[in-house]
């Protein structure tokens, strides 16, 4: 009986051939590599202890998930602290300094005007610190201050046309003309015009003894403007500073007096020749002589000793005359002494009579006598 026969029992040979082939084993699973972000998953799901029994596609989108959290919370974190944190710093310290630059410009009469308000909402709703620094503060205070001083000049003129000048910052006040004021104004910016206030001129004439070399050298007359200077080379205190501006500034003088020994006069003027023939000798001599006392002089005319129109007439104007003599010709009386009649603030009386002894009145190039102008003239006029 062979297997080809049908009445071969099946399955009786397939041992023997189970035994003579070599049956295919199965192989064993290969281990796939974990990637970076597998191995972040199962970290992760080790930490929170991620349930077993959840598929690894679930296991898969909760670990996208929580890496993305984790990658936008650093996003973030870097973002504000390398971008978001230091503009915002930035900001804050270009507004602080924009508010500070705003307050000290809009100050006195002007720190509670409109436009500070106004300027102050725009620095604080800035979004930039370069919108911050587009805010023109200077231009604003510039105009607004210019309008206000020009309303308080025409307010603060005296019967003469004059006002005077009040800095704040240096304590010094400057009578002058409003048409000067008028250009000063027009001439700066906020900077320098909000330290500066107008009021009207509230003087006194003050008598003052001065030495010649206080005295502008003597050369100063009636009318002159004068500026007063303190002196403090004489004094012994510490950090003592010389201010390079006036203490009192465009004083006016009003009137000038010599002591009465200056207008003593004693003058001889004598010429000699002697004419010498054999033995004879013929000396020869003309002298001049002029004994006078001016203030006698003006007594006698007074008492109509003199004819009183010449007299004045001549005597004019002496002392000052006599000190532009001395100018000419480089000789002079040193030691004369000044009672001068000054026009000054009334707040600066008691510094003036204080400080007597080391102030000077020097007088402004600007408001220079005709001889001062006539030399500066002839020095840098072209030959």
């Known amino acids: 009986m062979t297997r080809k026969d049908p009445q071969f029992p099946r399955g009786f040979g397939e041992l023997d051939d189970l035994k003579n082939n070599n049956m295919p084993r199965p192989k064993l699973k290969e281990e796939k590599e974990i990637t970076a972000i597998e191995a972040f998953n199962n970290k992760l799901g080790s930490i929170f202890k991620i349930n077993d029994n959840i598929s690894d596609e679930k296991k898969r989108k909760i670990g996208m998930i929580i890496t993305t959290l984790v990658v936008l919370t650093l996003i973030v974190s870097a973002y504000y602290f390398l971008i978001y944190e230091p503009a915002q710093e930035e900001l804050n310290t270009a ?3 924009k508010l500070n630059e705003l307050h000290s410009l809009y100050k006195g009469p002007l720190s509670s005007d409109g436009r500070v308000f106004s300027l102050e909402d725009e620095i604080n709703n800035a ?3 370069y919108e911050v620094e587009s805010i023109n503060i200077m231009m604003y ?3 607004d201050w210019k309008n206000f001083h020009l309303k308080s000049i025409r307010s603060n003129t005296d019967q003469f046309n004059r006002t005077m000048a009040v800095y704040s910052n240096e304590s010094r006040n400057i009578i002058m003309s409003a048409e000067d004021a008028i250009n000063i104004v027009n001439g700066n910016d906020a900077e320098k015009l909000c330290e500066i206030t107008f009021q009207k001129p509230n003087t006194v004439s003050v008598p003052i003894l001065v030495s010649r070399l206080q005295a502008g ?3 100063i007359s009636v009318g002159s403007i004068v ?6 080379n004489d004094t012994f205190e510490e950090n003592v500073t010389n201010s390079t501006e ?4 465009g004083c006016t003088v009003l009137s000038i007096m010599r002591y009465e020994d200056n207008g003593e006069i004693e003058s001889e003027y004598s010429k000699a020749n002697t004419i010498v023939e054999g033995n004879m000798t013929n000396p020869s001599e003309n002298t001049q002589a002029f004994n006078s006392n001016v203030l006698e002089m003006l007594k006698g005319a007074i008492i109509r000793g003199y004819d009183e129109e010449a007299t004045i007439d001549m005597l004019r104007d002496y002392g000052i005359k006599l000190s532009n003599y001395e100018r000419q010709i ?3 009386d040193l030691d004369a002494e000044y009672m001068l009649l000054v026009e000054a603030p009334q707040d600066k009386v008691n510094f003036i009579l204080d400080n007597m002894d080391s102030i000077v009145l020097t007088i402004p190039t600007s408001k220079a006598p005709s001889w ?4 500066i003239n002839a020095t840098y006029s072209p030959q």
Do not use: C, F, P, R
């Open 372 to 375: 001062m102008a006539g030399e």
């Open 330 to 332: 480089n000789l002079g």
């Open 217 to 219: 050298a003597g050369l």
């Open 127 to 129: 979004n930039s610190a």
């Open 246 to 249: 006036a203490a009192v500034s």
């Open 227 to 232: 500026d007063i200077y303190k002196n403090n």
């Open 141 to 143: 205070a510039t105009k």
């Open 95 to 97: 507004k602080t300094a």
